[in-house]
C-alpha cells in the first residue's frame, strides 16, 4: 500500500515481519504470559471500531520495513488532515484482509463475529 504525505510516497507492507512487530508491541496477555495474537486479537477488533490511535500505530508498524521511513508525528498529522478518513481505514482493512500474514487472522475474526451475533 502506498500513501503520498507531505508530497512524498511511502510504502506500507502487511506481511510477516510487520505481524512480528505488532506481536513484540502489542502482545495479548493473559495471567502474566504474553501471547503473539495482537493482531486478530488487538488491531484488527480496534481498526473496526475505528480507533485512530490503533490505525496510527498499524501505518507507523506496516512502514518500517520499507525504505523511506515515516515519522509517527507524520502519520498522526496524516490522519487529523486525510479528507476520507473512513477510506483510509477501509483501505488499511483491505490490505490485512488481502496479505498472506494477515488474510487467515482476518478470516477467523470474521467468522467468530458471525457465530456471536447468532
Known amino acids: 500500500m502506498k500513501l503520498v504525505i507531505n508530497k512524498k510516497t511511502y510504502s506500507f507492507k502487511f506481511g510477516t515481519k510487520f505481524v ?6 502489542l502482545p495479548l496477555e ?20 475505528t480507533n ?12 518500517l520495513t520499507e525504505e523511506e521511513l515515516i515519522e509517527q508525528d507524520e502519520i498522526d498529522d496524516y490522519i487529523d488532515e486525510v479528507e476520507d478518513i473512513e477510506a483510509l ?3 488499511v482493512m483491505k490490505e490485512l484482509a488481502e496479505s498472506n500474514a494477515g488474510k487467515l487472522a482476518m ?4 467468522e467468530s463475529l458471525k457465530k456471536n451475533k447468532k
Request: glycine share 8%; aromatic share 8%.
Open 20 to 25: 512480528r512487530e505488532i506481536d513484540k508491541r
Open 30 to 49: 493473559q495471567e502474566g504470559i504474553k501471547f503473539g495474537f495482537g493482531l486478530s486479537a488487538k488491531v484488527v477488533p480496534e481498526l473496526q471500531g
Open 52 to 63: 485512530v490511535n490503533t490505525l496510527s500505530n498499524v501505518l507507523y508498524m506496516a512502514n
Open 89 to 91: 481505514f477501509d483501505q
Open 107 to 110: 478470516r477467523n475474526l470474521n
